[in-house]
């Protein structure tokens, strides 16, 4: 999985808690992303950063948010999970080549559910 | 609003035939088409990818083939095998930024 970890790998939660996932990378890749992978929907992206402390939102932004405060480090927080919420999350890295094939490494996955 | 539209959802190949899974987008800002691959419980990794500058490209078994002036392109497996069974995802990029549009995703099943 190309350098890429995610913690936690499973977690169950109750609705209105708060929950961060942490992905860390060994690659020094500039862009980090999330994604969460729903049944019929394919990976849409949540947010996404192009470096340290430069982030940006994706298409399914609402009720998630981010920081990078390392190079090898993203993580997503959840300020009051829901029910909705429930997914399998993916961390994403990729050098950012310009003008070039970028490619992104996945990670591993979260499964996160919320009672 | 799904920008990447694919198709179909579920595929049944026997083995050795060949397996093709379409994409149609409108953006005409995208300038890279990657497939991903993804086997149960792993993440997606990238199969092959390819620019519009070229309308085919060809890696072993596995061939994207690209209509610009359609904007659809599809992803050709031939010889399919058993180990080929995950689901396939096609994905598009825009010039300007590194972000990925997905498609919804191809279950891939190949019988022995």
């Known amino acids: 999985d190309a350098g890429i970890t995610q913690s936690p790998r499973h977690k169950v939660t109750e609705t209105g808690t708060p929950v961060t996932l942490r992905c860390h990378q060994t690659e020094n890749h500039r862009y980090m992303y999330w994604y969460r992978q729903d049944p019929g929907h394919g990976l849409r992206l949540i947010h996404y950063s192009y470096g340290v402390k430069d982030t940006d939102k994706g298409e399914v932004s609402d009720g998630y948010s981010v920081s990078r405060s390392k190079t090898e480090d993203f993580l997503l927080t959840l300020e009051s999970a829901t029910s909705s919420q429930t997914s399998v999350y993916f961390c994403a890295i990729s050098p950012g080549l310009a003008g070039g094939m970028d490619t992104q490494y996945f990670g591993p996955g979260t499964r996160l559910t919320v009672l | 609003q799904q920008q990447v539209k694919q198709s179909p959802q579920s595929l049944i190949v026997q083995k050795g035939g060949i397996s093709i899974i379409n994409c149609a987008y409108e953006n005409t800002a995208f300038d890279y088409f990657p497939w991903y691959q993804q086997f149960p419980g792993k993440g997606p990794a990238l199969l092959i990818a390819i620019r519009p500058d070229v309308s085919e490209k060809k890696e072993g078994r596995f061939t994207i083939s690209f209509n610009k002036s359609a904007k659809q392109f599809s992803l050709h497996i031939m010889d399919s095998q058993p180990g080929d069974s995950a689901t396939y995802f096609c994905?598009?990029?825009?010039?300007?930024?590194?972000?990925?549009?997905f498609g919804e995703g191809t279950q891939l099943t190949v019988n022995p």
């Open positions: 994905a598009a990029r825009e010039t300007s930024g590194s972000r990925l549009t």
